[in-house]
């Protein structure tokens, strides 16, 4: 596969853009909004069909809209006026969510279908899909000691169960729509995306961000274990969302029509991420292997050689770094919070619980109890 150079950057970028993120409200839209923001877009939708008081991040500048994206209607009134289209809407989650609720994951199948519909209704320039690491063919991720997966190796297909069918399929409706109705698709698949402002509780979160909780709950408990899905020994790689942001940038206003992996290249086993949270937490902890528990396929990583031959480009955050950000912001929501909740319930004898730089009406602060679904 052969790709026409980039001269000059991006040949399609966000400035004086109209721009709507789809799943706005979630980990890596609620990111992209305030990127979009940065590049100068003229104007940035954003939609979710959850309460705005549940969204990770709300940004002043953006004209924020609750909007059930399954349905066309509402697709439309998204779409209405908006020159690019970044689609990050999904029902999903870390395995223990999408091993066990397949047919919620395919039902976003409907998302990727009407936002294509609408766009290609309302003129859009260009559309981004974010696809997975799931579509890859199994058979290829038995092994820890993995072979970086290559873009061809989506096929012949057998994705993930579920969710994996849902990103393929939907990845070959972006390429039909290019080709049949001269929208412009773009289609990254994401690698274990992690960082601050994500989920990190309630069953939908990833490794990463279960595992700085775990640390953070064994740290203030004082239990001194640690539970572990699987036997420690499954590899992964991790991308943390500044690249991520990076990556999509770039795909989005690239020339590449076909699916790039947008993944790290950094392999660890989960037992090593695990030991990068401790060595951050400064604890050590016992282990409690759950070899019942969902835990995916024996290993992935990312090839990147599409990615840096069209864009000269990869992930470069090393993943120590990155968990040490994810730590922190994951640590002051746990224990933060927890203190500040305390002196919530002793009114009488509270100061202001407000940092200084904080006011409780203001949007954009990262603690404000209004904004973070914690
Ligand atoms: P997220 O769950 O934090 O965000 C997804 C958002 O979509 C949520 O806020 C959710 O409320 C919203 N949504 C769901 N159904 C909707 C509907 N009917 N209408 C409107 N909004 C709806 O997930 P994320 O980690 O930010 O992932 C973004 C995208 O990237 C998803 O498509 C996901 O499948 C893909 N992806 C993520 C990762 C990762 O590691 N985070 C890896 C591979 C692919």
């Given at each position: 596969?052969?790709f026409?150079?980039?001269?000059?950057?991006?040949?399609?970028?966000l400035?004086?853009?109209?721009?709507?993120?789809?799943?706005?409200?979630?980990?890596?839209g609620?990111?992209?909004a305030?990127?979009?923001?940065?590049?100068?877009?003229?104007?940035?939708?954003?939609?979710?069909?959850?309460?705005?008081?549940?969204?990770?991040?709300?940004?002043i500048?953006?004209?924020?809209?609750?909007?059930d994206?399954?349905?066309?209607?509402?697709?439309?009134?998204?779409?209405?006026?908006?020159?690019?289209?970044?689609?990050?809407?999904?029902?999903?989650?870390?395995?223990?969510?999408?091993e066990?609720?397949?047919?919620?994951?395919?039902?976003?199948?409907?998302i990727?279908?009407?936002?294509?519909?609408a766009?290609?209704?309302?003129?859009?320039?260009?559309?981004?899909?974010?696809?997975?690491?799931?579509?890859?063919?199994?058979?290829?991720?038995?092994?820890?000691?993995?072979?970086?997966?290559r873009?061809?190796?989506?096929?012949?297909?057998?994705?993930?169960?579920?969710?994996?069918?849902?990103?393929?399929?939907?990845?070959?409706m972006?390429?039909?729509f290019?080709?049949?109705?001269g929208?412009?698709?773009?289609?990254?698949?994401?690698?274990?995306?992690?960082?601050?402002?994500?989920?990190f509780?309630?069953?939908?979160?990833?490794?990463?961000?279960?595992?700085?909780?775990?640390?953070?709950e064994?740290?203030?408990?004082?239990?001194?274990?640690?539970?572990?899905?699987?036997?420690?020994?499954?590899?992964?790689?991790?991308?943390?969302?500044?690249d991520?942001?990076?990556?999509?940038?770039?795909i989005?206003?690239?020339?590449?029509?076909?699916?790039?992996?947008?993944?790290?290249?950094?392999?660890?086993t989960?037992?090593?991420?695990?030991e990068?949270?401790?060595?951050?937490?400064?604890?050590?902890?016992?282990?409690?292997?759950?070899?019942?528990?969902?835990?995916g396929?024996a290993g992935?990583?990312?090839?990147?050689?599409?990615?840096?031959?069209?864009?000269?480009?990869?992930?470069?955050?090393?993943?120590?770094?990155?968990?040490?950000?994810?730590?922190?912001?994951?640590h002051d929501r746990?224990?933060?919070?927890?203190?500040?909740?305390e002196?919530?319930?002793?009114?009488?004898?509270?100061?202001?619980?407000?940092?200084?730089?904080?006011?409780?009406t203001?949007?954009?602060?990262?603690?404000?109890?209004?904004?973070?679904?914690?």
């Amino acid at each position: 596969m052969s790709f026409p150079p980039l001269s000059g950057g991006f040949d399609h970028d966000l400035r004086g853009k109209r721009v709507l993120i789809a799943g706005a409200g979630g980990f890596i839209g609620g990111h992209l909004a305030r990127r979009a923001l940065e590049r100068g877009a003229a104007f940035v939708r954003c939609a979710d069909v959850k309460l705005l008081e549940d969204w990770y991040q709300v940004h002043i500048g953006c004209e924020n809209l609750i909007l059930d994206l399954a349905r066309l209607a509402d697709c439309r009134i998204a779409c209405e006026d908006v020159d690019v289209v970044f689609n990050l809407a999904a029902d999903m989650g870390g395995m223990g969510f999408i091993e066990n609720n397949k047919a919620l994951c395919m039902l976003s199948v409907l998302i990727n279908t009407h936002l294509l519909m609408a766009s290609r209704d309302a003129d859009v320039e260009r559309f981004f899909f974010s696809s997975s690491a799931c579509v890859y063919n199994a058979e290829k991720q038995r092994d820890a000691d993995v072979v970086p997966l290559r873009e061809e190796d989506a096929y012949p297909a057998l994705p993930e169960d579920g969710y994996g069918w849902e990103k393929l399929f939907s990845e070959r409706m972006c390429r039909h729509f290019r080709e049949d109705f001269g929208l412009e698709t773009r289609v990254a698949r994401f690698h274990n995306i992690y960082g601050p402002h994500g989920t990190f509780s309630g069953g939908r979160e990833k490794a990463p961000a279960a595992i700085c909780r775990k640390v953070i709950e064994a740290k203030y408990s004082g239990t001194g274990s640690i539970e572990i899905w699987g036997d420690g020994t499954q590899t992964r790689s991790f991308t943390y969302i500044d690249d991520c942001l990076d990556g999509i940038e770039l795909i989005h206003g690239g020339p590449v029509t076909e699916p790039l992996n947008l993944g790290s290249r950094e392999l660890v086993t989960i037992e090593r991420l695990v030991e990068i949270v401790e060595d951050i937490a400064a604890v050590r902890l016992v282990r409690d292997y759950r070899l019942d528990a969902p835990q995916g396929v024996a290993g992935r990583n990312s090839d990147n050689t599409q990615i840096l031959a069209a864009y000269d480009w990869e992930p470069t955050t090393a993943l120590s770094d990155g968990m040490e950000r994810t730590y922190a912001w994951i640590h002051d929501r746990m224990v933060s919070w927890d203190r500040f909740a305390e002196r919530m319930r002793a009114p009488l004898t509270m100061q202001s619980p407000w940092p200084d730089s904080f006011s409780p009406t203001s949007s954009t602060g990262p603690t404000s109890p209004a904004r973070d679904n914690t």
